[in-house]
């Protein structure tokens, strides 16, 4: 399956403020690209041409904005359907807020991985019970992102969505999904994992191989 991160950056300086010595933009990009999703789509203002610059040589693309009056949700759908555009058959995008700077590549594979194994439920990010961005939003339910109300902040819009449509948490043990560009690295909580693997599958986490295998081979008669 192929899913695309969508970063949300209300405004250009936002978009790039330095981060661990880079835009935080470039650093979003890179987390997506490293973690597994295609494409990558930043939406961002930006009048002079500077957070396309911050992503050159990428493989992400910067696109203008939706209009203000269409709010939060507005420039979710917005790319969201860039995404559909840039990538035939592409079935979610992740929405993640450019605040969110400490997310772990780790989450966005394991919240891939998830989606393949529940490809219609809403997917939410947690850690510790709290659940946090970046939202895998399967794009069958892009009609009723649309319905949201233009009103509400990207909380609650996505609060609504999740009411609407089948949806979950995801405990992935990542500060990251919680804790955004107001938090220092250093302060952040220590990264913990997830228990068992967010897709449900758990031989290839380092289950308990050599008692599986003799499972196996008893079963076999080996």
Do not use: N
Request: aromatic fraction near 4%.
């Amino acid at each position: 399956m192929t899913v695309a991160a969508v970063i949300l950056s209300a405004t250009t300086e936002g978009a790039l403020t330095d981060t661990l010595g880079q835009p935080r933009v470039r650093r979003l990009v890179d987390l997506a690209w490293a973690g597994g999703a295609l494409p990558v789509v930043v939406i961002a203002p930006d009048p002079d041409g500077a957070v396309a610059r911050a992503i050159a040589e990428t493989e992400a693309a910067w696109h203008a904005p939706a209009a203000h009056e269409d709010g939060p949700k507005g420039q979710m759908v917005r790319g969201c359907e860039i995404a559909q555009d840039e990538v035939q058959g592409a079935s979610a995008a992740l929405l993640w807020p450019g605040r969110m700077i400490w997310v772990g590549a780790e989450t966005i594979t394991s919240l891939i991985e998830a989606h393949g194994m529940d490809p219609g439920t809403l997917l939410r990010p947690a850690w510790s019970g709290q659940q946090g961005w970046p939202v895998l939003l399967p794009l069958a339910h892009l009609d009723v992102l649309r319905s949201v109300s233009a009103t509400l902040d990207p909380d609650d819009a996505i609060h609504a969505l999740a009411d609407a449509v089948p949806s979950r948490a995801v405990e992935l043990g990542d500060p990251g999904v919680v804790f955004d560009a107001a938090t220092a690295e250093p302060d952040l909580p220590p990264y913990e994992g997830p228990s068992v693997p967010a897709g449900g599958h758990v031989h290839e986490w380092g289950e308990d191989v050599a008692g599986i295998t003799d499972a196996e081979a008893g079963a076999t008669g080996r």
